[in-house]
Nanobody, 118 residues
Framework: EVQFVESGGGMVRPGGSLRLSCTFSGLSSSTIVWVRRPPGKGPEWVSAYDTSGPYPYYADSVRGRFTISINNAKNTLYLQMNNLKPEDTALYYC?????????????WGQGTQVTVSS
């Protein structure tokens, strides 16, 4: 059974930083995606780590501010978020990609809330 447990969310002021963690188990997909759901909106992928490829992926809205990384020994995926903006406010969760798609998932976690506000 695939499981994801996210942590590290919180409330920060604009310009602040947070590091999210996602501990996973039972993973069969080679691609793990950080997804966020802003209040009142649908989910959007933020960043993805392909364990079979050399490049991480970033959405245009976060490129240059967010960094994805993985610690395979700890089965943990991280998302370092810098220069946070109010529009980054969302429930962040990690998910396993179905096939090559970054918008179709077969498993996901409960998420951790990030609120950026002054």
């Amino acid at each position: 059974e695939v499981q994801f447990v996210e942590s590290g969310g919180g409330m920060v002021r604009p310009g602040g930083s947070l590091r999210l963690s996602c501990t996973f188990s039972g993973l069969s997909s080679s691609t793990i995606v950080w997804v966020r759901r802003p209040p009142g909106k649908g989910p959007e992928w933020v960043s993805a780590y392909d364990t079979s490829g050399p490049y991480p992926y970033y959405a245009d809205s976060v490129r240059g501010r967010f960094t994805i990384s993985i610690n395979n020994a700890k089965n943990t995926l991280y998302l370092q978020m810098n220069n946070l903006k109010p529009e980054d406010t969302a429930l962040y969760y990690c998910a396993s990609a179905r096939g090559a798609s970054l918008t179709d998932y077969d498993y996901w976690g409960q998420g951790t809330q990030v609120t950026v506000s002054s």
